[in-house]
C-alpha cells in the first residue's frame, strides 16, 4: 500500500453536518479532512487547493448540488481537476435510474450512508493511490529522461491549452526556442557524456529561470523550447537574456580545454487578440526566428517579425532553374541517429562526413591525435 500523508486531503461535501462530522471522524486519522456544505463552497475549495485527491459528495444539497458539482469538475480547465476521484455519497432514497445519470457524468464510485469505517477508509485509499500511480506515469512518460524537462509530444498538449486559454481571456503570450552554439562540434569532438552534461546543466538554468507558470521542454538533441503564458515580447526579451547571459557565464572544463556555452534563441509574441493564430503557427515563427539566430551564430537573440514569413518574390526571365541539393544539419542527423533504432542513408551519412572531416583534422593537428592517415584516407574516398 503506497504511503498516505498530507500531500493527500479529502474534501467531504455534504449539507448536512452531522454526515460530514462522521466521515472527518473516520477519515482524519489517515487523512487531512476538508468540509464543504454544498457544491458551491466545494468548488471554490477546489479551485484554490490543489492538494485535494478525493471528494466524497452528496447529490441533494442546496446553492449547487451534486449533480453540478460533478459536472463543473470533469468539465474543468484544470485537467488534473478534472480527473480527480469522486465518490458520490448516496441513501437509501437515489434509484438505479440516478446513479446511472452520475455515471453518466463521470462519478468514480460509490458508497452508502450510513457509511462504516472501513468502507469509507477503504475507498479513499484506493482511489488516492490509484490516481496517485496514474500521475507518477504520466509524469515519467511527458518527462525527457536527461533533462527532466517536458518532451515535445507533451510541451504540444500544454501549449495548445495555454493557447486556447489566452483566446478565451484575451492575454498574451511568448514562445521562446533556444540552441546551444556550436553542440554538434562539441558532441563529435568531446563524445555523448560530456555532451549529455551540458544538456542537463543548461535544462537546469532554463528551469531555474522560468516563472512558476512557464513550461519548458526538450525538442531536440541541444533544442529548448519556454512558454511564457501572459508575457509580452518586453518581458519575454528580459527574462530570456537573464537565463542566456547565466549560460554565457559557463565555464565547463573538459580535460584541457574550455568550452564556453551560449544559446542561440528565436521569440515570438504574437498579439492573439487581432492574429486567429494556432500554437503549431506559433511555433513555426519562433522556430523561423531562431533560424536566423543560428545563421547569425554567437548566441544572438531574434525577435519574430510578420515579414520573416513573406513569400520571396520570383526572379525574372529564369530559363531553367536548378534543383539544389538540401543542405546537411548535423544537427538533424544527430538528432536522428540519437533515437531508438535511428538510422541515414548514405548519401546523408557523406554528406555528414564532409562536415566533419575538417574538424577531426583540426583536432588531430592540435591535440596529435595521431589521425593523419585516417583523415587523408576518408578525403580520399568521399571525394
Known sequence: ????????????????????????????????????????????????NKKISVVFSDLGMPNMDGFELLEKIRNAEDPVLAKVPIIIITGAEESDGTKEEVIQLGATDFISKP????????????????????????????????????????????????????????????????????????????????????????????????????????????????????????????LVSRICQRVARLKLKMGKDVFNIQFNTGITSPNIDVENIEFESLQMQAESALKKSLTAGGGNIVCYKSSDSAPAKKQKNRKVQKKEKPDINLEDILIKLSKENGSINKQQLSAAMKKVLPLIAQADNQLNLGLGKVVSHLEKRLN
Open 1 to 48: 500500500m503506497a504511503e498516505i500523508n498530507n500531500e493527500n486531503q479529502v474534501l467531504v461535501v455534504d449539507d448536512s453536518r452531522v454526515i460530514r462530522r462522521a466521515a472527518v471522524k473516520i477519515l482524519q486519522k489517515e487523512f487531512d479532512v476538508v468540509e464543504a456544505e454544498d457544491g458551491e463552497e466545494a468548488w471554490s475549495e477546489l479551485q484554490k
Open 115 to 238: 457509511f462504516d469505517s472501513v468502507s469509507l477508509k477503504s475507498r479513499a485509499i484506493a482511489h488516492i493511490n490509484y490516481r496517485n500511480e496514474v500521475r507518477s506515469l504520466e509524469k515519467a512518460a511527458a518527462r525527457d529522461k536527461l533533462t527532466g524537462l517536458s518532451t515535445e509530444a507533451t510541451f504540444k498538449q500544454q501549449g495548445e491549452q495555454a493557447m486556447a486559454y489566452a483566446k478565451r481571456h484575451s492575454t498574451q503570450m511568448s514562445l521562446v526556442r533556444f540552441d546551444i552554439d556550436r553542440f554538434a562540434e562539441v558532441f563529435v569532438k568531446h563524445g555523448k557524456e560530456i555532451a549529455e552534461q551540458i544538456l542537463k546543466k543548461v535544462a537546469s538554468i532554463i528551469n531555474e529561470g522560468k516563472r512558476t507558470e512557464d513550461i519548458a521542454a526538450r525538442l531536440g538533441v541541444s533544442r529548448f523550447a519556454l512558454l511564457l503564458p501572459s508575457s509580452d515580447a518586453e518581458g519575454a526579451k528580459i
